[in-house]
């Protein structure tokens, strides 16, 4: 993508500023963020920041071509601690969002939505198998999908919904910020590297299809450029399970920090996750380029120095 105006919201928040940053190599990039969770530390200088939430009307979605919208509550633990504010956040600032793009002659949207409403699938997930809302945050999350088709078909709008699996770039990144709601990949290297024991759900044996975020980032730039419309999967069709994870990141390391094994805390929980992007590799090109064994070995990269 090159040369055009695009609007980036949670543009300060993990995704969001690694897809800025990439964007402002050859186009004006405006990121919007109300730093719930992002911090403008992230972005470049050439990113012009706007402390703002999407639930606001007075958006700067003047000449944008296209608005990528990753703003949101972006997990269960963040949407149950307060289901209300969940729901304006991630539905009502999208409608909010697209609608007052839409009527500044914006008609390409790329948009953040979830592999979570899979469920639990050891098998690669396709974008056409069924899917249900066990959580408030899923349930917001296929809401987008639902608010998207309506744009699609009453205002012949393109809105690319990226079904994300399990993103990560660790804390020398710009995750660190992230805390405890930074992917698991991050905060065990960070434990790990300092001495500290990972605590592990179970017996460590849940599985996720881990996807850099570099690879997300191409992704979305890729479906704005095609202005595709439909849902899409965003992932490396490969898992592993969180004590391979933690085994690499010992063997990179060169530690030997065992994990401690604790009872699930959540009563709902996707034990294991598996992506089949075969509709974006056939509309777009896209394929993951990042392994799992790479991923690890840049996340643990800063504390080797």
């Known amino acids: 993508m090159e040369g055009k105006r695009v609007l980036v919201t949670g543009g300060a928040g993990f995704i969001g500023s690694n897809l800025a940053n990439s964007l402002a190599e050859d186009n004006e990039v405006v990121a919007l963020d109300?730093?719930?969770?992002?911090?403008?530390?992230?972005?470049?200088?050439?990113?012009?920041?706007h402390d703002k939430s999407v639930l606001d009307d007075d958006l700067p979605t003047e000449d944008v071509d296209v608005v990528f919208h990753l703003a949101?509550?972006?997990?269960?633990?963040?949407h149950e601690e307060d289901p209300t504010k969940g729901a304006r956040?991630?539905?009502?600032?999208?409608?909010?969002?697209?609608?007052?793009?839409?009527?500044?002659?914006?008609?390409?949207?790329?948009?953040?939505?979830?592999?979570?409403?899979?469920?639990?699938?050891?098998e690669p997930s396709p974008e056409d198998m069924p899917v249900e809302?066990?959580?408030?945050?899923?349930?917001?999350?296929?809401?987008?999908?639902?608010?998207?088709?309506?744009?699609?078909?009453?205002?012949?709008?393109?809105?690319?919904?990226?079904?994300?699996?399990?993103?990560?770039?660790?804390?020398?990144?710009?995750?660190?910020?992230?805390g405890e709601f930074a992917n698991t990949v991050a905060q065990f290297a960070d434990q790990i590297?300092?001495?500290?024991?990972?605590?592990?759900f179970g017996d460590g044996s849940?599985?996720?299809?881990?996807?850099?975020?570099?690879?997300?980032?191409?992704?979305?730039?890729m479906a704005a450029d095609e202005r595709l419309q439909g849902v899409y999967n965003l992932g490396t069709g490969e898992s592993y399970d969180f004590n391979e994870m933690v085994g690499m990141i010992n063997e990179?390391?060169?530690?030997?920090?065992?994990?401690?094994?604790?009872?699930?805390?959540?009563?709902?929980?996707?034990?294991?996750?598996?992506?089949?992007?075969?509709?974006?590799?056939e509309a777009t090109g896209w394929?993951?380029?990042?392994?799992?064994?790479?991923?690890?070995?840049?996340?643990c990269e800063p504390y080797l120095e």
């Open 206 to 221: 849940q599985t996720r299809d881990f996807t850099h975020v570099d690879d997300i980032v191409r992704g979305l730039e």
């Open 34 to 49: 109300d730093l719930y969770l992002g911090t403008p530390e992230n972005l470049n200088e050439s990113v012009d920041f």
């Open 89 to 122: 956040v991630n539905i009502e600032g999208f409608v909010n969002t697209v609608e007052q793009a839409r009527n500044d002659g914006c008609d390409t949207v790329v948009y953040a939505t979830t592999s979570s409403i899979y469920g639990s699938q050891t």
């Open 133 to 178: 809302s066990r959580t408030g945050y899923e349930a917001s999350k296929l809401a987008r999908e639902r608010y998207a088709e309506y744009f699609h078909h009453h205002y012949d709008m393109q809105l690319a919904g990226m079904r994300f699996f399990s993103v990560y770039q660790g804390f020398g990144g710009a995750e660190e910020h992230k």
């Open 287 to 299: 394929e993951p380029e990042i392994t799992f064994e790479e991923g690890v070995q840049r996340v």
């Open 252 to 281: 990179v390391l060169g530690t030997n920090v065992e994990p401690v094994y604790i009872e699930n805390p959540f009563e709902v929980y996707v034990h294991d996750t598996k992506a089949d992007y075969s509709k974006i590799h």
């Open 193 to 200: 590297a300092n001495g500290e024991s990972p605590e592990l």
């Open 72 to 78: 949101a509550l972006s997990s269960y633990k963040m």
